[in-house]
């Protein structure tokens, strides 16, 4: 039985764009190749990240002597925001 995981066959290659749309959002070129396996994965790695980074952004807020709810702002926003703007590896 061959191992399970990101080794998996790819995915039909489907045209991606090019130029500056997709220099500016990387996304846009490795979303059409992204794999359903993968998504449990990425879940387990984006909810270990979440677990780490809103206790420690409610923290730092605190210390600021800013309202928790600051903290939370913080925390949201590079989560949300990076899968546009990060390259994914092969």
Do not use: H, N
């Amino acid at each position: 039985m061959p191992p399970r995981g990101r080794d998996e066959s790819p995915a039909p290659v489907r045209p991606t764009p090019t130029g500056a749309v997709a220099r500016f959002f990387p996304v846009l070129d490795w979303l059409p190749r992204y794999q359903k396996g993968w998504l449990r994965f990425d879940l387990v790695a984006g909810l270990t990240a979440a677990a780490v980074v809103t206790p420690q952004a409610m923290a730092y807020a605190t210390i600021a002597g800013l309202p928790v709810q600051v903290g939370l702002y913080v925390a949201l926003v590079p989560c949300s925001s990076t899968p546009c703007w990060v390259a994914r590896g092969a």
